[in-house]
């Protein structure tokens, strides 16, 4: 008998409830992901930064509403398209990586995510998306 490997697609199904657009410390948002999202919202990236983003050190995150969603959630994602890079990674992120107990963590609020799956397992795929994502 020989069985499938796992796939991320095991690990994760998004329900589209928008808690991972809470923010939970921010949404980094590269150069790339400034210049597409810019483009997208047709608004120029300086712009974009100044009225779309803070700092946290020197990196722009995406700005939170008050009830703690990015500015860009709207009972769904409107820049779905042009998602900045860390939001399409979600969930297999380096610090599942670092500390396999953020997976269990993250799960406690993203009912996507299964935790009833080996934990070397578990690190084994996100290490592998995370290398196909860079």
């Given at each position: 008998?020989?069985?499938?490997?796992?796939?991320?697609?095991?690990?994760?199904?998004?329900?589209?409830?928008?808690?991972?657009?809470?923010?939970?410390?921010?949404?980094?948002?590269?150069?790339?992901?400034?210049?597409?999202?810019?483009?997208?919202?047709?608004?120029?990236?300086?712009?974009?930064?100044?009225?779309?983003?803070?700092?946290?050190?020197?990196k722009p995150v995406l700005t939170q509403n008050p009830d703690g969603y990015c500015i860009f959630w709207d009972k769904a994602c409107t820049i779905h398209p042009v998602k900045p890079r860390m939001c399409k990674a979600w969930p297999f992120i380096k610090p599942v990586l670092k500390d396999i107990k953020n997976w269990e963590v993250m799960s406690q609020f993203c009912p996507g995510i299964r935790t009833d799956v080996q934990v070397n397992l578990i690190k084994k795929i996100v290490e592998k998306e995370i290398l196909q994502s860079t």
């Open positions: 008998m020989s069985f499938k490997p796992l796939t991320p697609s095991d690990l994760f199904q998004c329900k589209n409830c928008g808690q991972c657009c809470k923010g939970y410390g921010g949404t980094f948002v590269t150069p790339e992901d400034i210049q597409a999202i810019s483009d997208y919202i047709r608004t120029d990236p300086e712009r974009f930064v100044s009225d779309y983003c803070q700092k946290s050190g020197r």
